[in-house]
């Protein structure tokens, strides 16, 4: 059974009671999902609303602030009364008459005594769940605060117990003779949607998979290693390496992107490639040599598509130097060990130039058919219009294609 908070005077409304709710669950579930809140309070007589940021700790709401905030300030007399408000908008209500216009939502309104916290080992906790609150996982991926730091925070805790819900859900309450007038009426859900991240210059790392938001599976790279290669998700600290190995007109002739002039515009490229993965289309990789460390290129998911469990394996550039190794054919290999044996895919395609008859015959030897033709498919970067020769695989395909790339590394090993 749900535990039920007491109504108080200040926590019973003096209209529309069924709006309202008492049980710790949904109070609880509103505030988790919440990033900030409204804290009110009085100063010399007059009232203030901060915002502010916050996190439940079982049955204790802990706010962050600075030690020489109003608040902080005033708590270090042992408490200070405080009015904390969170408020999620889930939609906006759109009735015939402007009276009747409303809002779905879910509220929650917590009073009482908010005292210092002081323990270090206390506030320490509060700090690391308030960082793992905005990514789970990100206070061990992030550097605590020092002794000065610490010092110049104040955190406030602020027990849950005089606590009310309201919520209002459903569609539009008009007046019966409203209900022929010639306004459209219904409901617009709202929801609050993150990214794509923007990453801070001279910042190597990909945007990691704990943000809020972040891609499914299908859009997020993960390492795969073989003898001849190791695909890493690719991120920006990978771009010298790639220009180095890619700084080569042949390499980039047949592609969609304009060759980049210098490491900036690799950095470019990446986070093109990154944002697309945000958005869902694209997962993509760094292709490094496994002993030493070399980048070789680049390759990727695109044009991913979950509900029909299929997608694309492009964007694939590979330093001459390494051409005709085994590189190409165990990179593609990985990439369809995941996309069938882990994620499910019941197909796989290739979009190549038609003018690309060297990235025809490799995917043909991959165990990919020629599907067609895909007129004026893409701008190349000299603004003419690409025609795109389409290969695909499936899931019934698979086995054989799989069994045919393991007997060509296989050769290719043996030096035959």
């Known amino acids: 059974m749900t535990d039920l908070y007491t109504p108080t005077e200040r926590t019973t409304p003096l209209r529309n009671r069924k709006k309202m709710r008492y049980d710790e669950e949904?109070?609880?579930a509103v505030l988790d999902e919440a990033f900030d809140c409204a804290?009110?309070?009085?100063?010399g007589g007059e009232p203030r609303v901060l915002?502010?940021?916050?996190?439940?700790?079982?049955g204790t709401l802990y706010l962050h602030g600075s030690t020489g905030s109003r608040t902080g300030l005033a708590a270090r007399d042992g408490g200070i009364p405080l009015c904390v408000s969170v408020t999620?908008?889930?939609?906006i209500v759109y009735a015939r008459s402007q009276f009747n216009h409303s809002a779905n939502y879910r509220s929650v309104v917590v009073h009482g005594i908010a005292r210092p916290v002081t323990d270090e080992a206390e506030k320490a906790r509060v700090l690391a769940a308030l960082a793992d609150k905005i990514g789970a996982g990100r206070s061990a991926d992030s550097r605590p605060g020092?002794?000065?730091e610490l010092a110049q925070t104040a955190v406030m805790a602020l027990p849950l117990v005089e606590v009310s819900v309201r919520e209002r859900t459903g569609g539009v309450i008009d007046e019966p003779e409203d209900m022929d007038l010639p306004h459209w009426a219904g409901v617009l859900p709202l929801r609050t949607v993150a990214g794509p991240p923007l990453t801070e210059p001279g910042v190597t790392q990909a945007p990691p998979a704990y943000l809020p938001g972040s891609p499914s599976a299908w859009q997020t790279p993960v390492v795969l290693e073989g003898r001849h290669v190791r695909l890493e998700?690719?991120?920006?600290?990978h771009a010298p390496g790639l220009f180095e190995a890619l700084d080569d007109e042949e390499v980039w002739r047949h592609l969609p992107t304009p060759r980049p002039a210098?490491?900036?515009?690799?950095?470019?490229v990446i986070t093109t490639a990154l944002r697309d993965q945000w958005d869902g289309g694209r997962s993509a990789w760094a292709q490094v040599d496994p002993v030493s460390g070399t980048v070789v290129g680049t390759t990727s998911y695109h044009d991913i598509d979950v509900d029909r469990r299929s997608l694309g394996i492009g964007h694939t550039m590979i330093g001459?130097?390494?051409w005709r190794t085994g590189v190409n054919t165990e990179a593609k290999l990985l990439l369809l060990e995941r996309a069938f044996d882990v994620l499910g895919a019941e197909r796989v395609f290739w979009y190549t130039d038609i003018r690309n008859e060297r990235s025809q015959r490799a995917i043909a030897r991959l165990g990919a058919s020629r599907d067609g033709v895909i007129r004026r498919h893409r701008l190349r970067p000299d603004g003419t219009w690409r025609d795109s020769v389409m290969f695909a695989l499936t899931r019934d395909e698979w086995p054989a294609a799989a069994q045919r790339l393991r007997d060509r590394l296989a050769t290719a090993e043996r030096g035959e």
Request: glycine content about 16%; cysteine-free; proline content about 8%.
């Open 26 to 28: 949904t109070a609880h």
């Open 39 to 43: 804290v009110g309070f009085v100063v």
């Open 51 to 58: 915002p502010n940021l916050h996190v439940r700790i079982g």
């Open 88 to 91: 999620l908008l889930d939609g």
């Open 146 to 148: 020092d002794r000065r």
């Open 233 to 237: 998700p690719l991120t920006p600290g």
């Open 262 to 268: 210098g490491v900036s515009g690799v950095e470019a």
């Open 320 to 322: 001459r130097k390494w």
